[in-house]
């Protein structure tokens, strides 16, 4: 079993910036990847970013790629995603997730329907 628990949303100006944490705990995340993915009350849930935790490598959503960054520190076990230059339009809730992942040549996962564990979520408001 893995817990995952988001924190660091709030509301921030557009052209502002936050960092999310995701503190994972519970079983080894060696051969997991872990996932960000944002929703909006009406739309459903979007993928955002994923990172191997073996080997780093990563994976973004043309819509977020350039502002929003995703990063790990094994010794914390914990998932970062800080966003920059943020937009109204990154208004939603957001999500931290696990998946299986082989590493290696895979792609990364990046449709929810791979991600098995999934934190609470936590609230990000970019004001205009």
């Known amino acids: 079993q893995v817990q995952l628990v988001e924190s660091g949303g709030g509301l921030v100006q557009a052209g502002g910036s936050l960092r999310l944490s995701c503190a994972v705990s519970?079983?080894?995340?060696?051969?997991?990847?872990m996932g960000w993915f944002r929703q909006v009350p009406g739309k459903d849930r979007e993928f955002v970013a994923t990172?191997?935790?073996?080997?780093?490598?990563?994976y973004y959503a043309d819509s977020v790629k350039g502002r929003l960054t995703i990063s790990k520190d094994n010794a914390k076990n914990t998932v970062y995603l800080q966003m920059n230059s943020l937009k109204p339009e990154d208004t939603a809730v957001y999500y931290c997730?696990?998946?299986?992942?082989?590493?290696?040549?895979?792609?990364?996962?990046?449709?929810?329907?791979?991600?098995?564990?999934w934190g609470q979520g936590t609230q990000v408001t970019v004001s205009s």
């Open positions: 997730a696990a998946a299986r992942y082989v590493g290696g040549s895979y792609p990364l996962p990046w449709s929810q329907s791979d991600y098995y564990y």
């Open positions: 990172i191997s935790w073996s080997n780093g490598n990563t």
């Open positions: 519970g079983r080894t995340l060696s051969s997991c990847a």
